[in-house]
């Protein structure tokens, strides 16, 4: 009966430490995966955003091109 006491006591002491431990391995875990979905949702705007200027930018100069060479006749 002793031992069964001591190993008792032992436990209530590590169980606590050990779930605190997990949990806080679980949230770091998370922060981590969350900070890599951002930077990649980040890098994925950054690239539209680019995207979209370079063709407002050359709208402009397609539509010139387009017009000369309907009037050249040549498609």
Not at 12 to 30: C, D, E, N
Not at 48 to 61: D, I, L, P
Request: glycine fraction near 10%; charged fraction near 20%; aromatic fraction near 6%.
């Amino acid at each position: 009966m002793n031992e069964i006491n001591a190993f008792i006591t032992g436990m209530s002491t590590a169980v606590p430490g050990a779930i605190s431990t997990q949990v806080s391995a679980h949230s770091t875990g998370l922060m981590q995966i969350n900070s890599a979905l951002n930077q990649q949702r980040d890098s994925m705007m950054g690239i539209t955003n680019y995207v979209m200027g370079v063709k407002k930018m050359s709208s402009g100069k397609r539509k010139y091109r387009e017009l000369e060479m309907l009037k050249k006749g040549r498609f």
